[in-house]
C-alpha cells in the first residue's frame, strides 16, 4: 500500500545530457508523472509555477550547475521543501558533502542501480508526504489553538465587563467611567514603559492586562450595603469604616473564586492588585492596608492616578466637574504624597492625552440622570428596609 497520496507524483529530472533524461525518464515514468528539463534555470521556473514533489538534479550543467540550482531552489520560501537528489558522476567525498550541505536529501552516483534509484525515490516521497502532513496538520492545530485562545479573551473579556458593570450599576459612576479609567491606566503604562524603574513590570503582555482589569478596581462596592453606598450625603465615621472595607471584598472575592478554581494566572494577579490597592497613598496614609512607597503594586498606582483624575473631571448630581487644568493641578499637588512622583511627572507629560479620553467617553445628560434615577430608587428601597 502506498504511503502517499494516489494521485502519481511529480517527478522533475534535471540533467544536460538528453540520453541521461531519457533513461531516467524511462525508470520513472511507470509509476510517476517525469518532467525533464535540460537548463537549470528552466528547473527554477517550473519549480516555482508548478512545484514537483521532488527532484532529480545533475551538478555538471552548462551555465548553471546543479549547486546553484540547489541553493536557490532552497532559498526560496516556495520551493525550499521539495526535496533534491543530486544524480551525477561526481563521486568524491567532497562533492557529496557539498551536495548534502546545500539541503539535498540524498546524493547517488553513476553508473545508476535501477533498483537502488526507485528505491530511494519512493522512501524519499513517502518523507516529503509525511512531512508535508505534519505540517498541515501542525497548522490546523495552531489555528485551533489560536481560535480557543481568542474565544477564551473573548470570555474573559465579557465576564470582566459584566462584573464591573455590575458594581457600576450600584454606584454614582457611569459606565463610561470604567471606558475611561482603563483607558487612562493604559496611557499612564506606556508612557512609563521605558522608565528604568517599570520598564521591567511594564510588558506589553501586562499593559494589556491593566488595561483589561482596570475595570474591576472598585467591583468590591457589591458588598457595601446600600444605606452606606447610596447616602447621598457625607459618611458618619462608622460608615465611613463600613466603605474601606470594599477593596478588601473585591480582593478577597476573586482571591477565592481563583483558589475554588485552582486557575492561577498574571491576569487576576493584577486584578486582585488594582482591586485591593488602589486605595493606598506614596505616603502610607491610603487604605485598606497603609502600604507606602513602592510596597504598593505598580498597576495599583497606575490606578490611583487615573481614579482620581476621573473622579474630579467627572460631574455628578451632587457635584460639578472640575476643569481639567484643575484636576491636573490637584494630581501634581498630590506629587510624592499621594501619588508615585514618577507617575505624577509621566501624567503630566500626557495629560492632553487624559483629557482627550475623557472627551471621547464623556458622560451625557441622559446618562447622568438615568444612573440618578436608578440611585434614587435603590435609596430610598434601602431606606424603608433600614427603617
Not at 520551493?79 to 558533502?97: A, G, M
Not at 474573559?156 to 464591573?164: G, P, Y
Request: overall charge negative.
Amino acid at each position: 500500500m502506498d504511503m502517499y497520496p494516489s494521485v502519481n507524483p511529480t517527478i522533475l529530472v534535471v540533467d544536460d545530457a538528453p540520453a541521461n533524461l531519457s533513461l531516467i525518464s524511462g525508470l520513472l515514468r511507470d509509476s510517476y508523472t517525469v518532467k525533464a528539463v535540460n537548463h537549470g534555470a528552466k528547473a527554477l521556473k517550473i519549480a516555482s509555477e508548478e512545484p514537483p514533489d521532488l527532484i532529480l538534479l545533475d551538478i555538471m550543467m552548462p551555465d548553471m550547475d546543479g549547486y546553484e540550482v540547489c541553493r536557490r531552489l532552497k532559498a526560496d520560501p516556495q520551493t525550499r521543501q521539495i526535496p533534491v537528489i543530486f544524480l551525477t558522476s561526481k563521486s568524491d567525498v567532497e562533492s557529496e558533502q557539498l551536495g548534502m550541505g546545500l539541503g539535498a536529501v540524498d546524493y547517488v552516483t553513476r553508473p545508476i542501480s535501477p533498483p537502488i534509484l526507485i528505491s530511494r525515490v519512493k522512501a524519499h516521497l513517502v518523507d516529503a508526504f509525511h512531512a508535508r502532513t505534519l505540517q498541515v496538520n501542525n497548522e490546523y492545530l495552531e489555528y485551533e489553538v489560536s481560535k480557543r485562545s481568542r474565544q477564551m479573551l473573548a470570555l474573559q473579556d465579557v465576564t470582566t465587563m459584566a462584573l464591573a458593570s455590575l458594581a457600576e450599576t450600584r454606584d454614582a459612576d457611569t459606565g463610561n467611567h470604567l471606558r475611561r479609567t482603563q483607558h487612562y491606566v493604559q496611557s499612564l503604562a506606556r508612557r512609563l514603559r521605558t522608565h528604568p524603574r517599570f520598564a521591567d513590570f511594564l510588558t506589553e503582555s501586562r499593559i494589556l492586562a491593566l488595561y483589561k482589569c482596570a475595570p474591576l478596581h472598585d467591583i468590591g462596592k457589591v458588598g457595601i450595603p446600600d444605606r452606606v453606598l447610596l447616602k447621598p450625603g457625607r459618611f458618619e465615621p462608622a460608615e465611613w469604616e463600613v466603605m474601606k472595607q470594599h477593596p478588601t471584598l473585591g480582593h478577597d472575592a476573586i482571591d477565592k473564586a481563583v483558589s475554588k478554581s485552582e486557575a492561577s494566572s498574571e491576569f487576576l494577579e493584577i486584578a486582585k492588585e488594582i482591586v485591593y490597592s488602589h486605595h493606598e497613598k506614596w505616603d502610607g496614609s491610603g487604605y485598606p492596608q497603609g502600604l507606602a512607597g513602592d510596597d504598593i503594586p505598580v498597576s495599583a498606582r497606575l490606578m490611583a492616578v487615573a481614579d482620581v483624575y476621573d473622579a474630579l473631571i467627572c460631574r455628578r448630581i451632587y457635584k460639578k466637574a472640575a476643569p481639567h487644568a484643575q484636576a491636573v493641578q490637584i494630581i501634581v499637588d498630590g506629587r510624592g504624597t499621594h501619588f508615585d512622583p514618577d507617575m505624577v511627572d509621566a501624567f503630566c507629560a500626557i495629560a492632553q492625552e487624559f483629557h482627550a479620553i475623557a472627551e471621547r467617553f464623556a458622560d451625557s445628560d441622559e446618562d447622568l440622570q438615568q444612573k440618578a434615577a436608578i440611585l434614587a430608587s435603590m435609596a430610598a428601597s434601602a431606606h424603608e428596609e433600614h427603617q
